[in-house]
């Protein structure tokens, strides 16, 4: 099982062994909490590698320098941003409101010795006082509400890269009522239903 979670992984990226055991410790306590509170769904938790920890890792994909400052909004079980914290990125914070699932992340945080920032407050509440370089989501919200959310730390120079599922063009007309951007599709390397939004040039109508 674990050569075959290693093997996935290294199909699309080169992970080392070293990094493989730091997410195998994610991994192990995310199944042993998923029995207290829900994290993730029960439907995906025997395909977690797949679906939730490749799934955040092919954000690597698009984000070159590991130094941005990079804001997950409304992290939950810290996918994508904890993983991509493993992988090396220096300046991640996770925003996540729900006091059990902001525990949930410190403790991985300590476990897998990874320097990340977790934020326990609502969104709109966050201290985070810099504009973002890049803004990550997903299964969070919609994306005219992750526009909305985010807009007070949003410049021109800043890209939204969210993962998005079938309907994403629906979100995206919606979306333009209120805004303006330059839009990127990226086809999901895990599922084929699914997408990533790289969003820049971001303006209010």
């Known amino acids: 099982m674990l050569k075959d979670s290693f093997a996935l992984l290294n199909n699309h990226f080169e992970v080392s062994c070293e990094t493989f055991e730091r997410l195998k410790l994610y991994h192990d306590l995310l199944l042993k909490w998923q029995k207290r509170i829900n994290l993730i769904s029960n439907d995906t938790v025997g395909e977690a590698w797949s679906r939730h920890f490749l799934d955040s890792f092919q954000l690597a994909k698009y ?3 590991k130094t941005k400052l990079i804001v997950d909004l409304g992290a939950g079980a810290g996918f994508p941003s ?3 914290g493993i992988i090396g990125y220096k300046n991640i914070h996770l925003i996540e ?3 059990r699932k902001a525990v949930f992340l410190k403790e991985v945080a300590r476990i897998s010795k990874t320097s990340v920032f977790i934020h326990n407050c609502r969104i709109e509440d966050n201290q985070i006082t810099d504009n973002v370089d890049i803004f990550v989501s997903r299964a969070c919200a919609s994306l005219d509400k992750l526009l909305h959310l985010s ?3 949003i410049s021109r120079e800043t890209i939204c890269l ?3 599922g079938k309907n994403y063009s ?4 919606d979306a333009l009522k ?3 951007y330059d839009l990127d599709v990226m086809p999901s390397i895990v599922d084929s239903q699914s ?3 790289q969003l820049s040039n971001i303006r209010k109508v």
């Not at 629906?170 to 007309?173: C, K, P």
Request: no cysteine; glycine share 0%; aromatic share 8%.
């Open 82 to 84: 904890m993983v991509l």
């Open 97 to 99: 409101s729900d006091n």
């Open 195 to 197: 997408v990533i939004l």
């Open 63 to 65: 984000i070159e320098d």
């Open 170 to 173: 629906i979100e995206h007309e």
């Open 151 to 153: 807009q007070k730390r």
């Open 178 to 180: 209120n805004w303006q």
């Open 162 to 164: 969210f993962h998005k």
